[in-house]
T-cell receptor, first 115, second 113 residues
Framework: AQTVTQSQPEMSVQEAETVTLSCTYDTSENNYYLFWYKQPPSRQMILVIR??????QNATENRFSVNFQKAAKSFSLKISDSQLGDTAMYFCAFMNRNAGNMLTFGGGTRLMVKP | KAGVTQTPRYLIKTRGQQVTLSCSPI?????VSWYQQTPGQGLQFLFE???????NKGNFPGRFSGRQFSNSRSEMNVSTLELGDSALYLC????????????FGPGTRLTVL
C-alpha cells in the first residue's frame, strides 16, 4: 500500500513571493504518477501539475513547478509569484499505474496568500 | 467542453435512510472514480467504474455501492446512512486507463442528521 505525507498543515506567504509545499510518499512500486491538486474554498478540486515517475525532468506549469526526487521519494511544489487566488488547500496525490485509476492523497496543506 | 457535473450539490438525510448521488463525466471520458472527503479521514477512494464495470474498490463497507451506465454516467448509493457518512463526495473522470489524469466535479455535500 502507498502512503502520502504532507508535513505542513498550514503555510502562509506574501503576495508575489515564492513558497514551497512538501510531500513525501512511500511505495515499493516503480511505475507511478504524482499529482498536486488545489482545492479552493469553492471545494472544486483542480489539477495543478502532474509528474510521471519515469521522467527525470521536473514538471512545470507556468508559476508552478515541482522538485521530484525519486530516490528520496519526495515531491515538493514550488509556487512562484504567489497570487491571492492561490489561497487554497493543496493535496499531493499518488497513482500506481499498475493498480488502475485510484489516487492516494496526502492530508493536505492549507496555503494562505497574504496581500 | 463541459466539466464533470454532480447532482445534487447538497443533501440532508437522516440516519437509516439511503441516498443516491449522480455524476456525469466529461464528454468522452469512460472512467469514473468516487472519493469521500471528511475532516477526520481526509480524501479516501471509494471505487472506480469503467465501461459499466467496477474496476477498483476502496476499503468501505458494503453499504456503499455504485454503478455506471452505458453513457458513462455514474451513480453511487449509500444505504442505511450513519452520522459518519456526512462528507463531501467527489467524483472524478478520466479518459480510460491509469495513465490518464482525473478531473474532479464540484462534489456533493451530504449531511446525515
Amino acid at each position: 500500500a502507498q502512503t502520502v505525507t504532507q508535513s505542513q498543515p498550514e503555510m502562509s506567504v506574501q503576495e508575489a513571493e515564492t513558497v514551497t509545499l512538501s510531500c513525501t510518499y512511500d511505495t515499493s512500486e516503480n511505475n507511478y504518477y504524482l499529482f498536486w491538486y488545489k482545492q479552493p474554498p469553492s471545494r472544486q478540486m483542480i489539477l495543478v501539475i502532474r509528474q510521471e515517475a519515469y521522467k527525470q525532468q521536473n514538471a512545470t506549469e507556468n508559476r508552478f513547478s515541482v522538485n521530484f526526487q525519486k530516490a528520496a521519494k519526495s515531491f515538493s511544489l514550488k509556487i512562484s509569484d504567489s497570487q491571492l487566488g492561490d489561497t487554497a488547500m493543496y493535496f499531493c496525490a499518488f497513482m500506481n499505474r499498475n493498480a488502475g485509476n485510484m489516487l492516494t492523497f496526502g492530508g493536505g496543506t492549507r496555503l494562505m496568500v497574504k496581500p | 467542453k463541459a466539466g464533470v457535473t454532480q447532482t445534487p450539490r447538497y443533501l440532508i438525510k437522516t440516519r437509516g435512510q439511503q441516498v443516491t448521488l449522480s455524476c456525469s463525466p466529461i464528454s468522452g471520458h469512460r472512467s469514473v472514480s468516487w472519493y469521500q472527503q471528511t475532516p477526520g479521514q481526509g480524501l479516501q477512494f471509494l471505487f472506480e467504474y469503467f465501461s459499466e464495470t467496477q474496476r477498483n474498490k476502496g476499503n468501505f463497507p458494503g453499504r456503499f455501492s455504485g454503478r455506471q451506465f452505458s453513457n458513462s454516467r455514474s451513480e453511487m448509493n449509500v444505504s442505511t446512512l450513519e452520522l459518519g457518512d456526512s462528507a463531501l463526495y467527489l467524483c472524478a473522470s478520466s479518459l480510460s486507463g491509469s495513465t490518464d489524469t482525473q478531473y474532479f466535479g464540484p462534489g456533493t455535500r451530504l449531511t446525515v442528521l
